[in-house]
T-cell receptor
Framework: AQSVAQPEDQVNVAEGNPLTVKCTYSVSGNPYLFWYVQYPNRGLQFLLKYITGDNLVKGSYGFEAEFNKSQTSFHLKKPSALVSDSALYFCAVLSGAGSYQLTFGKGTKLSVIP | DAGVTQSPTHLIKTRGQQVTLRCSPKSGHDTVSWYQQALGQGPQFIFQYYEEEERQRGNFPDRFSGHQFPNYSSELNVNALLLGDSALYLC??????????????FGQGTRLTVV
């Protein structure tokens, strides 16, 4: 069975500082990894994905994520946080070809303090 | 280009009743997945419809059923509602053929409250 862990319920960061939101995963095959963001009373918006290739993936709104196979991690990063980045962030995994079920972590609330 | 649209946005039902939620996928998408997001939790996969058939199902009871129409829109039906069914129900659309994993696009959700 596949699973995703987001060890931090909340991350606080000052505006302009770098941010990291952590994610680790467990799958039986090659992982396909995604990050989504959710604003209050809204659906999820896609940020970026890792399929194969470069371990550093760049996505929307200046976000990037680093895939680390040995640590089974896929941490979300941004060099300089904005107040508008405050939201709920979800990491998700697909467990290889033929799997259509996205498994999500429980989410991390990011608060960027002005 | 319209994204994924869901209706209604909010719904209040009584225990034991039945409910139907609706979803229209993003233009060009042929696959619809449904997720349940309880308060403070990540979305949980209910099932996915492709070519008008349920292709994969998560760990949800048979009270949860669905349908996909020839225009790719979809319905989620929940029978015999329980208080624990109260949640945000999210619809996601994507491309169905496996040519590599593609990102799913989500609607704004339907907030279901069971009283």
């Amino acid at each position: 069975a596949q699973s995703v862990a987001q060890p931090e319920d909340q991350v606080n960061v000052a505006e302009g500082n770098p941010l990291t939101v952590k994610c680790t995963y467990s799958v039986s095959g090659n992982p396909y990894l995604f990050w989504y963001v959710q604003y209050p009373n809204r659906g999820l918006q896609f940020l970026l994905k890792y399929i194969t290739g470069d371990n550093l993936v760049k996505g929307s709104y200046g976000f990037e994520a680093e895939f680390n196979k040995s640590q089974t991690s896929f941490h979300l990063k941004k060099p300089s946080a904005l107040v508008s980045d405050s939201a709920l962030y979800f990491c998700a995994v697909l467990s290889g070809a033929g799997s259509y079920q996205l498994t999500f972590g429980k989410g991390t609330k990011l608060s960027v303090i002005p | 280009d319209a994204g994924v649209t869901q209706s209604p946005t909010h719904l209040i039902k009584t225990r034991g009743q039945q409910v139907t939620l609706r979803c229209s996928p993003k233009s060009g998408h042929d696959t619809v997945s449904w997720y349940q997001q309880a308060l403070g939790q990540g979305p949980q996969f209910i099932f996915q419809y492709y070519e008008e058939e349920e292709r994969q199902r998560g760990n949800f009871p048979d009270r949860f059923s669905g349908h996909q129409f020839p225009n790719y829109s979809s319905e989620l039906n929940v029978n015999a509602l329980l208080l624990g069914d109260s949640a945000l129900y999210l619809c996601a659309s994507s491309l169905g053929r496996w040519e590599g994993p593609t990102e799913a696009f989500f609607g704004q959700g339907t907030r279901l409250t069971v009283v």
